[in-house]
């Protein structure tokens, strides 16, 4: 298919360690989005991408959280010395443009469970 | 972003028609109004968006009334894989954004 792609789909995980979480969004996408959804809560707007830069980071919670984009294609989401509260699905979507008129689409996310 | 309000819940009986309403009434002029669906354990959906007409697709139709403050989604004849929550989100034109979702309605389908 040619949609988003996420990889893992699930991640387990100890308090502490650090994990890398991968976005391969629709080809041809310039603009890549990250989200994450709380058990029980909406979407949160983490990072967003344009090209290889990152506008918008007004969303990451803390200094341990990163991402970086390269190529204009692949994103990876980092977050290190993890905690408890981290866990939640991970979500990454892409647009052709970065413009309002034109969709996002999402990916099946990544679930992250921290123990 | 203007604040959407919908209801939290519905049901639709399969083969009808399923009329979710948003309200949006702080809506500017250059906000597009957007709708996804979620179905549990997947990513969410993108099923259309409009500015100030009307919009179809292939799965579903957009209403928006004259004045722009509330819009109607509407899935002509509903299945049982139409079960989801529906989230209609209003976003700013022209500039890179991102997109807020509320609480959304859960739509049942039922038999």
């Known amino acids: 298919g040619a949609g988003v792609s996420q990889s893992p789909s699930n991640k387990v995980t100890e308090k502490g360690k650090d994990v890398e979480l991968r976005c391969d969004p629709i080809?041809?996408?310039?603009?890549l989005y990250w989200y994450r959804q709380s058990l029980g809560q909406g979407l949160e707007f983490l990072i967003y991408f344009q090209g290889n830069s990152a506008p918008d980071k007004s969303g990451l919670p803390s200094d341990r959280f990163s991402a970086e984009r390269t190529g204009g294609s692949v994103s990876t989401l980092t977050i290190q010395r993890t905690q408890q509260e981290d866990s939640a699905v991970y979500l990454c979507?892409?647009?052709?443009?970065?413009?309002?008129?034109?969709?996002?689409?999402f990916g099946d996310g990544t679930r992250l469970s921290i123990l | 972003d203007a604040k959407t309000t919908q209801p939290p819940s519905m049901d639709c009986a399969e083969g009808r028609a399923a009329n979710l309403p948003c309200n949006h009434s702080?809506?500017?002029?250059?906000?597009?109004v957007y709708w996804y669906r979620q179905i549990h354990s997947q990513g969410p959906q993108y099923i259309i968006h409009?500015?100030?007409n009307n919009e179809t697709n292939e799965m579903a139709s957009l209403i928006i009334t004259e004045d722009r403050k509330s819009s109607t989604l509407i899935l002509p004849h509903a299945t049982l894989r139409d079960t989801a929550v529906y989230y209609c989100?209003?976003?700013?034109?022209?500039?890179?954004?991102?997109?807020?979702f509320g609480t959304g309605t859960r739509l049942q389908v039922t038999l």
């Open positions: 702080t809506i500017s002029g250059n906000e597009y």
């Open positions: 080809s041809g996408h310039t603009a």
């Open positions: 989100i209003v976003r700013n034109t022209g500039t890179a954004s991102k997109l807020t």
């Open positions: 409009g500015l100030k």
């Open positions: 979507a892409s647009s052709l443009t970065p413009f309002s008129n034109q969709p996002q689409h």
